[in-house]
């Protein structure tokens, strides 16, 4: 391997290997593509799982949605007494009564009044652009050219510099913590709201001013800025922000009601509470978290088919590599466009598969419906895969 700064911040490594490479480096590049195979066999079977679960957990939702809105009691602005409908599901709506809230980070002290607040920061670090290149020869070592470029932004999560290709005047500081305050005693009408309500209402960005900010600090654009000079800013400095519900706003509630007052989410329930800002009615909400549910169960089934395919790509990756050693760069094209269709195919009859068997108990009418488009996929996968052969 060659390694060459090409720039105060840049870096270029140029790996060589493949048939002209010599043994010691082939033999590295068959070792490794082993090593990936057998991490992508357990990456395929964590797919697998999550695909499992996505689904079990979807249906198991989905039926307590559909039995809460058999039994939620639409109170709405209604509000019951304290101990009114014990143990039972209520909706209810209102104004929320928070607390002062005070948020000391050392150089500033931002206070509000709000049911909840969010404190969440941005630091001006350097990040690591990674590019790579491979150029395969007939004749000669193929070779991997690894470009690495280092340039200073604003990013919200810290980027820890000592994982860089090159630390050297690339050393990032450490970021601020984000911070989350809530209301000791945050409260709808009589009614206590648990933490777990409050933690489920939407959070807006604030607007800062000089009342609410008191220290060595400069606000603009609702930043709290640390550093120098926020138009000119260098690798260190950090600008605040803040989100809240704010005290008085209105919000749509949906959860147990306690004997004490208290308005408590349901242990036995993976879905309550339900709590969204406004006025709206349980049917609304309901309908809201069954949305919600389907989008996040397609994004875990996208997901999941996803990581099924890098699992079987790395686990079949072993083959292309031993192919790659042969110095002519048409045949391994071949080879890995087979590869490719058939890891393809296989992925998404595994996914199918996967998702009809979760489904065998629960809807069994549409598991086997999934089954057979399984089947067909994976069967004109082997078909296509057999008339390509044919044609070659």
């Known amino acids: 391997m060659m390694k060459y700064q090409t720039g105060a911040h ?31 066999f357990f990456l395929f079977l964590g797919a697998c799982g999550l695909l ?24 709405g602005e209604s509000l019951p007494a304290p101990g009114e409908h014990e143990g039972r599901a209520i909706h209810i709506t209102g104004p929320v009564e928070g607390s002062i809230l005070s948020d000391n ?21 350097w990040v690591e652009r990674k590019e790579s290149t491979n150029h395969k020869r007939i004749a000669g070592p193929s070779e991997k050219v690894v470009h690495y470029e280092y340039y200073p932004q604003w990013s919200s999560t810290e980027v ?8 050297e005047n690339h050393i ?3 970021k601020m913590k984000d911070a989350h305050l809530k209301a000791e005693n945050p409260h709808l009408g009589q009614l206590m709201l648990d933490y777990s309500v409050v933690e489920k209402l ?29 138009r000119n800013p260098i690798v260190g400095d950090t600008r605040v922000y803040y989100s809240a519900f704010g005290d008085g706003e209105t919000a749509s509630v949906i959860g147990i009601a306690q004997k004490d007052g208290l308005v408590t989410g349901d242990a036995k329930s993976s879905v309550l509470p339900l709590a969204e ?40 990756n072993p083959i292309n590599t031993v192919v790659d050693l042969i110095p002519l760069p048409f045949i391994s094209g071949i080879a890995r466009f087979f590869t490719g269709a ?20 629960a809807r069994p009418v549409m598991s086997i419906s999934i089954l057979a488009v399984a089947l067909a996929v994976a069967w004109w996968g082997r078909d296509e895969s057999r008339s390509k052969s044919r044609r070659d």
């Open 277 to 316: 800002a406004g006025s709206v009615s349980p049917d609304t909400m309901i309908k809201n978290a069954i949305l919600m549910n389907t989008i996040f169960t397609w994004f875990c089934r996208v997901a999941g088919f996803v990581l099924v395919w890098a699992g079987l790509a790395l686990c079949i």
């Open 342 to 361: 058939l890891l393809f195919a296989s992925s998404i009859s595994i996914t199918f598969i996967v998702i009809a068997s979760s489904w065998c108990f």
């Open 52 to 75: 499992w679960y996505n689904e079990q957990s979807t249906v198991t939702i989905q039926q307590e949605l559909d039995y809460l809105k058999e039994v939620v009691v639409p109170l």
């Open 105 to 125: 980070t050392g150089p500033f002290t931002m206070t509000t009044k709000a049911v909840s607040l969010s404190r969440s920061s941005e630091m001006f670090q």
């Open 202 to 230: 939407p959070k807006h960005r604030i607007h800062l001013d000089g009342t609410m900010v008191k220290g060595d600090v400069s606000v603009t654009n609702d930043y709290v800025y640390l550093g120098h000079d926020e």
């Open 160 to 167: 820890n510099s000592m994982h860089f290709k090159l630390p």
């Open 10 to 40: 840049s870096l270029t490594e140029v790996h060589q290997g493949g048939f002209g490479g010599g043994v010691g480096g082939a033999a590295q590049g068959v070792c490794g593509s082993l090593c990936g195979a057998v991490f992508g």
């Open 172 to 174: 990032n500081p450490r």
